[in-house]
């Protein structure tokens, strides 16, 4: 429906749903709506979780198994739940 770019090292677990369409749900003909979706570099978005047109997963960050984002992701944050709610800063290793 719109571009959608996974960058370097990123993952997108299994079942997970980048949708980057919606329609207008106030128009009487409910017309397509497209976003760009963009997962950064070393970004997770783990099992089932759905990521939300327009949304940028910015470099390091976490969507948690079954998290639910419509909105931007900061970097190196771990986010959870429904809404993706900020979980914690991501201790990033060597």
């Given at each position: 429906?719109?571009?959608?770019?996974?960058?370097?090292f990123?993952?997108v677990?299994?079942?997970?749903?980048l949708?980057a369409?919606?329609?207008?749900?106030?128009?009487?003909?409910?017309?397509?709506?497209?976003e760009?979706?963009?997962?950064?570099?070393?970004a997770w978005?783990?099992?089932e979780?759905?990521?939300?047109?327009?949304?940028?997963?910015h470099p390091h960050?976490?969507?948690g198994a079954?998290?639910?984002?419509?909105?931007?992701l900061?970097?190196?944050?771990i986010?959870v739940?429904?809404?993706a709610?900020?979980l914690r800063?991501r201790?990033?290793?060597?």
């Amino acid at each position: 429906m719109d571009t959608i770019t996974i960058e370097s090292f990123a993952l997108v677990s299994q079942r997970a749903h980048l949708c980057a369409g919606s329609h207008d749900v106030d128009d009487v003909d409910f017309p397509l709506v497209t976003e760009p979706i963009r997962i950064g570099a070393h970004a997770w978005v783990a099992a089932e979780a759905f990521v939300g047109p327009g949304v940028t997963v910015h470099p390091h960050a976490v969507l948690g198994a079954r998290a639910v984002t419509v909105k931007d992701l900061d970097e190196a944050n771990i986010y959870v739940g429904n809404p993706a709610k900020f979980l914690r800063a991501r201790t990033i290793h060597g």
